[in-house]
C-alpha cells in the first residue's frame, strides 16, 4: 500500500539504454493517520539521495515516524548525519522516529559511530562488532544489490 | 626466451586527477577515481570501502577546503604497488584540526549532522593522515591485508 514514491535510479541516455543499473534511492510511504513510514530501498549519500529522505521526512506530520533501511545497502557519514538530524527534529516536533529493520551494514555504520544508542532502533539485523575493525573490509557486506 | 622478473618500481603505477570544488562535481570525480581503481581490487568489500573513503574524502575536500567553490581545484593522485594503494588528495583551503573534527563521535556524543567522515575513513583505511594543517589527506590501505 505504498501511496507514493521517489524513485532517482535508472539515468537513461537519448536512446533510453539505461546507464546506471544500481539503485540510487527509492523512498515508499505508507501512511496510516498516526503513523507514516517511509521505506528506503538503495543508498542513503551525500546529495539528491539525502536531501530526497529529508524532504520526504521532513513533509510528514504523523505522530509517528518510521523509518525502514531493510534495502538500504549503502549509507554514508552524511547519511548518519541526516539520521541525527532526522531525530532532532522529529524531537522538536514531538513526532516518535523510529527505525526498523535497518540491514546489517547501516546497523554496523550506526553502532560504530554510537548512533544506536540515540537513535530508537529495532528488528535491526545482528551486527557482528568486533573490537579491531581495521583491514576487516567490514563494508564487504554492505552491497547486496 | 627468457623473461626477467619485473621489480617493485616497475609494477607501481600512478595516476594525478585535478577536480572542481563544487558539489556537483562531487559524483563524477569520485567515479573518476573508482574507474582507475577498480581492475585493482579483488573482491567487492574492497571496491565498497575506496568507493565510501573517496566519497568521504572528497566531500571533505569540496565543502571544508573549498567552499563548494568550483573555481577551486581538488588535486589527487593514486599510486598503487604490489603492496598497497596509496591515495593523496589536495586542497587549497586553510585546513583544520582532524583530531578535534571527531572527538564528539569518537566519544559517542556527535548528535550533529556532520563529523563522522574521518571517523568512517579510519575504519575503513589502514592509514589515514593529514599534513599540511589538513590540507593534504594521504589514505593507505594493504592490498595483501585485504584481499
Avoid at chain 1, 530501498?41 to 506530520?61: D, K, P, Q
Avoid at chain 1, 555504520?109 to 562488532?129: P, R
Avoid at chain 2, 588528495?89 to 566519544?107: C, H, K, W
Wanted: with cysteine; charged share 25%; aromatic share 6%.
Amino acid at each position: 500500500m505504498g501511496l507514493a514514491g521517489v524513485n532517482l535510479c535508472g539515468l537513461t541516455n537519448g536512446n533510453g539504454i539505461q546507464l546506471r543499473k544500481k539503485r540510487m534511492l527509492r523512498v515508499d510511504i505508507h501512511a496510516l493517520p498516526q503513523a507514516a513510514t517511509l521505506r528506503c530501498t538503495g543508498r542513503i549519500v551525500l546529495g539528491m539521495e539525502s536531501e530526497t529522505l529529508r524532504c520526504m521526512a521532513e513533509s510528514r506530520s504523523e505522530a509517528s515516524l518510521i523509518l525502514d533501511l531493510s534495502e538500504v545497502h549503502t549509507m554514508d557519514a552524511a547519511g548518519l548525519g541526516l539520521l541525527a538530524e532526522l531525530h532532532c527534529m522529529a524531537l522538536r516536533r514531538n513526532q516518535a522516529l523510529r527505525i526498523v529493520r535497518a540491514s546489517r551494514p547501516v546497523c554496523e555504520l550506526m553502532a560504530l559511530t554510537s548512533l544506536h544508542a540515540v537513535l530508537d532502533v529495532s528488528d535491526c539485523e545482528e551486527a557482528e562488532l568486533d573490537g579491531d575493525r581495521k583491514g576487516s573490509c567490514f563494508a564487504g557486506r554492505y552491497m547486496t544489490a | 626466451m627468457h623473461v626477467t622478473p619485473r621489480t617493485e618500481e616497475q609494477q607501481r603505477i600512478s595516476k594525478e586527477f585535478a577536480f572542481p570544488g563544487d558539489a556537483e562535481s562531487l559524483a563524477s570525480s569520485r567515479q573518476a577515481m573508482m574507474d582507475f581503481l577498480t581492475p585493482y581490487f579483488s573482491n567487492e568489500a574492497q571496491e565498497i570501502d575506496f568507493f565510501l573513503t573517496l566519497q568521504e574524502a572528497l566531500a571533505n575536500a569540496v565543502f571544508h577546503g573549498c567552499q563548494n567553490d568550483p573555481s577551486k581545484t581538488i588535486q589527487c593522485r593514486i599510486e598503487i604497488d604490489p603492496s598497497a594503494v596509496v591515495i593523496t588528495i589536495r586542497d587549497p583551503g586553510p585546513g583544520f584540526d582532524p583530531y578535534g573534527a571527531t572527538q564528539a563521535t569518537e566519544e559517542g556524543t556527535n548528535l550533529t549532522t556532520y563529523g563522522r567522515g574521518i571517523f568512517l575513513m579510519r575504519s575503513l583505511m589502514d592509514e589515514v593522515n593529514y599534513l599540511h594543517r589538513g590540507t593534504e589527506l594521504h589514505l593507505r590501505k594493504l592490498r595483501a591485508a585485504s584481499a
